[in-house]
């Protein structure tokens, strides 16, 4: 057993920044990645605005003769995997050595793909089968893996929108039981006719801004993007003089058992209360929590009820921000990144903010950190994901200390 | 010592059988569940003959409360998982119901929901989709309604790793026993039959009977030209020895190990494919520490598609050396067809059948060897033997390959 498993690479596309450095720069001036819709038609929705990753060009991160083959989320995979790849220092060399896995989450991987075929299909118009090959959910890690040679354990998570986080822990886990030596493990989602339909007709999508904790918030905004993040056991870390941004200390995961899209609060406290036992860690030592934190009015409202649950006297004291106000909703790709946000926060002891707030809610009131974002000493950051079903996954991201 | 990972529960809804005693005496009997397609018209199709399981009732496994809104893999899925609890006796209260999780393997097992929303979109506009039919499209629906519906809240997990996803699960649940984060997990795989799966495995060529005449599920044989696309669903309940022992449970079978292992060379056909499923199975012999020789019985993924089952058969060879042809290596595909993702908890339930009532299934519809796959296939007809550990194999076109060995429990 691997008892430290550590974070050592970071990779991001998301319409705030392609790579960690611009990302995380975003991260902290506030900057929205919300604009109207362009990858279809939503003049007969209710709502025109989401979070697309504009420009993403996947051409300068994967060979033009594979693009045919990959869905667009997959493409956004793997683009993040190579920019963690390379933040982490890994060489071809260390694939072939060691057998490296691949756990990887979604909502909807190949939603995309799906649209495409359906459309086709209603024009009557025949499919290539580079889009048939498109179709498969576990595209994205099989492409990661082959875009590396990794030839370790693959998963593919598809635990809707926290799935990030369960793809993320079972990495964890993976070096825990020495299945692997290093993981790459991330998320990915791109934006959707399916999914903007969807929470168009839950009208649970904000017209303008998503602005998470506030009074008047309007709901969430469908957006997309991916993360990976380069998890290894410290030694294997130490051994190859790797930089380690963050520990990972543990995570909880939990069912509501309740219904597929209403959470309850016993359920969300559950998740959180195991990831804090599994971490060994006080409550009193959580300095940050990354909240679920949508933007929709019961998600907002419930989640903030689970964290006085948990936390008790101590929730208004612990600053607890949502990076969805200024990204969206990447649906499973949403905790991978607020994951490498995490890992930053304990790095640089900077807490980015929850944008667009203005009319406190009484329901919601945490430390929302709004508005600008904040130097903070952060040792222990609490990062929670919550999805329809009621699976919910809660991590802890520790600063590293020797 | 490591917490040891037991199987106290088996349900299954198949082509050829429902419940555990009658999958397992169809196993033995070589029953096939290959019949004309009834859930949609497979008239735009060159094949039209699949495994559906045209007498599933969902009513009589789950009551009228809370189904209409189910889709068909969910109901597979809870039914299956409400045949395993009941197999295994298992209560979940509401105290231990923190213990117990959820872990299934599915890949397609919400496709028609999904693409079936998408079009009701794009015909009569957005602002006329039924919003109560948009939790269907997220994939971990079946696998959150049988939480909910046996209020199970410790975890749940899906999986999608295409033909590995079943077995995934299983290894998932083991893990979790293993590392003492679960007392139980109700741990399976499903897939529905549709019109949209379908397509995506006919259009790409691998379904068999492309030629007209109608398919048959012949793996390992000269003839077969490819798998016959099926439904169905296995939950098993993975437990943790001491626990299972505690409530006098009847423990079936131990899962010793499992491996998994990409492989970056592998391609639809199979045919530059074999290290990531040797690496798998060595894997899964490590942890089980079991050598080739202990091995029983190889309940194989061979499924019909030309390059795989050719590329297990020498997978086989080079790990078995020179027991490889001592070793019987059958495929129960050729009597279900392919579940996809449900496909290796099917044949994990089949695995403790052997081990439990002796018998080695057959690879039925066999006519003629093919010299490349020269494995024992057990042709035609199970056979009985007594079977204390078995190997269990899938492996994906899009690289995933995973293992598993299932032991007899002695105590």
New interface residues.
Partial sequence: MNDRVVITGLGVVSSIGIGWQEFWDNLLKGKSGISPVSSFDTTNHFTHNGGEVRNFRAEDFIPAERLPFMNRATQMAVASAKLAWDDAGLTAGDAAERAIGVSHGTTLGAAQAIEDVDALLIQQQGLRKGLLYQMPTHTAPSAIAREFDCHGPNFMFSTACAAGNYAIAHAHDLIRMDRAPIVLAGASDAVSRIEYTGFNQFKAVAPEKCRPFDKDRKGMIPAEGAGTLVIESLEAAVRRKATIYAEIGGYGLSCDAHHMTTATVEGISACMNKALREAGIAKEEVSYISAHGTGTVANDKMECASIREVFGPLYKGIPVSSIKSMLGHTMGAASALEAIACALIVRHDMIPPTINYETPDPECDIDCVPNKARAHKVHIALNNSYAFGGNNASLVIKKFLQ | MKVRAVITGIGVLSPIGQGKDAYWEALQRGATGVRPITLFDPAPFRVRSAGEITDFDALAYLGKKGLRDLDRSTRLVCSAARLALDDSGLIVTEDS??AV??AIG???GS?HS??Q???S???E???F???SH??N?????P???V??R?????????????FC?GL?ALS?AA?FI??GRADAVLAGGVEELCE?TFR?FH??GYLSGMNGAGPVSRPFDADRDGFVLSEGSAVLVVEDEAHARSRGADILAVILGCG?????E?D?AFERAG??LR?AIERALEEARVRPKDIGYVCSCANGTPGLDRMEARVLTEVFGEEARRVPVSSIKSMIGETFSASGALAAAAAVGAIRQGFIPPTVNHRQADPLCACDIVPNAARSRAVKTVLVTAA?P???NSALVVGGYNR
Wanted: no cysteine.
């Fill in positions: 119901s923190r999780g959820v599915t890949t397609f496709l999904i693409a929303f998408d079009r979109g794009l015909l506009g957005p602002r989709v039924n919003p948009f939790p499209t997220v994939i971990n629906s696998a959150s309604q939480s909910i046996f209020t199970i809240k410790g975890f749940n997990t899906t999986l999608s790793t295409g996803a995934d998932y893990d293993g590392l949209e995506l259009d790409l998994n292992a990409f492989d970056p592998a639809s290290r990531g690496d994906d899009y690289g995933q």
